[in-house]
């Protein structure tokens, strides 16, 4: 299985050695450039990074490309942000109903390598068909981190 991480910083250092760990393999792309010329031959995309002119068109192409799973970090505000600026270039909403964001199971993961166990998890059980079966952090209504003040958790993401 080829995953492409796009965007750096600790949930994606995190993830490497997870995926190696899976029998998985693991490319990172921090440009869209990168990303665009990897998707075509990955089989999971997992979008960390928050910079606007990568995160979005990187959703799109992977979207596009039919990949089978794909999911996206963030607050449910970058959500909005992307899901505006996917609709603005013509991604239907059937598309962005494949879209797993925010990206993970909903197990309380907080740490950089809680994160990438939680996207893991979900992208095990999409692989596997459960992913209707397991409560996912996109399927829950209200903030990610419901302990912290709005605006005040940390991104680890790139």
Do not use: K, N
């Amino acid at each position: 299985m080829q995953v492409l991480i796009v965007g750096e910083g600790p949930v994606a250092d995190a993830l490497t050695p997870m995926l190696a760990t899976l029998g998985w393999d693991a490319t990172t792309a921090t440009t869209l450039a990168d990303s665009e010329s990897t998707i075509p031959s990955a089989d999971a995309v997992v979008v960390t990074s928050h910079h606007e002119d990568v995160d979005g068109p990187a959703i799109r192409a992977a979207l596009a490309a039919g990949t089978s799973y794909v999911g996206a970090m963030g607050s449910r505000r970058t959500q909005a942000r992307r899901r505006e600026w996917l609709v603005e270039h013509g991604v239907t909403d059937g598309e962005l109903s494949a879209l797993h964001a925010p990206v993970g199971l909903d197990i309380g993961a907080d740490e950089p390598g809680e994160i990438a166990v939680s996207i893991l998890a979900e992208i095990v059980a999409v692989r596997r068909g459960r992913a209707g079966t397991v409560g996912s952090i996109a399927s829950r209504g209200g903030a990610i981190h419901p302990d912290q003040e709005p605006g005040t958790a940390y991104c680890p993401g790139g």
